[in-house]
Structure formats: structure tokens, C-alpha cells
């Protein structure tokens, strides 16, 4: 079953600016991933983040997390039109990835 | 390295028909693992391996059976399909566990008339 899921479902932004998406899972977790899929392709791990983590940078990703309320966002700075994706939010479930729906972000030039 | 490698990229089946899509990794991982994707239902797990000779189910894992003879081939069959198996289904692996870091295939669109 679905533990992680993401928020908005889609999103649409101009290059340059920033994107911001959430995810809410429900049970505790040890770590919690963000990962990217380019239109017809496999999915590519962006950044994990543990549990006694709260906040973590990548370039230009910032993911946080809020275990008291069993939430993490993912902010992308100065987005870009290589940006236009679906990120997934992917929680530990019992040693095994347990992966939400996706926010679908589309960069406008 | 290749990373993880799936083939087909893309398949027709009729109803009732089996085949074996394969997977395979060249980073010594010990953990290998199928998903499938559809529409607006993200990735559900099919099966995983923790090593050779060493399957075991996910949360969708009617219709499909794996083995694991080698730490490098992951096969998945379909023993008999059926429409609501078109998907797109995703090879997956990692060094240590389910939780790690995932290293994903490129993906077999699979449809099933």
C-alpha cells in the first residue's frame, strides 16, 4: 500500500522559479527518499534523507522533514526547464521502498 | 558500467500468453527488485530478491514469478496475461537493502490485448 503521498499532484512553473512539493507518509520511518522520472523513463535517485535528519541540500534541492508530522518537501531553486518531471517521495516500509503517486512539475520558458 | 538493463523496452502479448522480462545489473548488488507503474498509482512492488536463490513477494505479486540463480539476473514471467497486467514495469537494485538507494532500469511498456 501507498505510505508516502505527494502534494500537489501537478505543477506548473516559469524557469526560474522555485518548486515546492510536499509529501505525508503515515507510519514511522527510518529514511525517506526523493527520486525523479524524465517522460518515458526509469526513476533517478535525487537525495535521501534520514530520519534524525531535518533538513538536507543537493545542488539546487532542498528536502526537509518533519517527523512530528510525519511529513518531508522538496524545494527546487532556479528551476530550469531540465526540471520537467515527476518527483516521487519513497518512505521505508519493512527494509522495502514504499513509493506515492508523484507530483508532476512542468517548467515554462 | 551499464547499470541495470531491461529488455524488452516494449511488448505486445494477447491474453493468455507467457513471457519473461529480464533484468539484469552489473553492480555486484545484492538486492534486486520488480515494480510496476500506472497511471496515477506511483510504483507498487511485484517481488524482491535479497540475494541469490532468496525471492520473495510484494504488494502485487499475483500473476508473476521470479528465481535469482545469479546476483546479476532478476527474470520476471508473466505465467499468463492478462489485460489488467498492462503496465510499465521497472527492474530495480541496490547494495544493501530494500530501503537503500535505489538504481532503477529504463523500464518494459507492456501491453496486453
Known amino acids: 500500500s501507498q505510505q508516502g503521498e505527494e502534494d500537489p499532484q501537478a505543477l506548473s512553473i516559469q524557469e526560474g522559479e522555485n518548486a515546492t512539493m510536499n509529501c505525508s507518509y503515515k507510519t514511522s520511518i527510518n529514511n525517506l527518499q526523493w527520486y525523479r522520472q524524465n517522460s518515458g523513463r526509469g526513476l533517478v535517485h535525487l537525495i535521501l534523507i534520514r530520519s534524525n535528519e531535518r533538513e538536507k541540500h543537493s545542488g539546487r534541492l532542498r528536502v526537509t522533514l518533519d517527523t512530528s508530522k510525519k511529513s518531508s518537501s522538496l524545494l527546487i531553486t532556479a528551476s530550469r526547464a531540465a526540471d520537467t518531471a515527476s518527483y516521487f517521495c519513497a518512505t521505508d516500509n519493512d527494509y522495502k521502498l514504499s513509493f506515492g503517486a508523484g507530483t508532476t512539475v512542468t517548467v515554462r520558458a | 558500467n551499464a547499470g541495470v538493463t531491461q529488455t524488452p523496452k516494449f511488448q505486445v502479448l494477447k491474453t493468455g500468453q507467457s513471457m519473461t522480462l529480464q533484468c539484469a545489473q552489473d553492480m555486484n548488488h545484492e538486492y534486486m527488485s520488480w515494480y510496476r507503474q500506472d497511471p496515477g498509482m506511483g510504483l507498487r512492488l511485484i517481488h524482491y530478491?535479497?540475494?541469490?536463490?532468496?525471492?520473495d513477494q510484494g504488494e502485487v505479486p499475483n500473476g508473476y514469478n521470479v528465481s535469482r540463480s545469479t546476483t546479476e539476473d532478476f527474470p520476471l514471467r508473466l505465467l499468463s496475461a492478462a489485460p489488467s497486467q498492462t503496465s510499465v514495469y521497472f527492474c530495480?537494485?541496490?547494495?544493501?537493502?530494500?530501503?537503500?538507494?535505489?538504481?532503477f532500469g529504463p523500464g518494459t511498456r507492456l501491453t496486453v490485448l
Open positions: 530495480a537494485s541496490s547494495y544493501g537493502e530494500g530501503a537503500d538507494t535505489q538504481y
Open positions: 530478491s535479497v540475494g541469490a536463490g532468496i525471492t
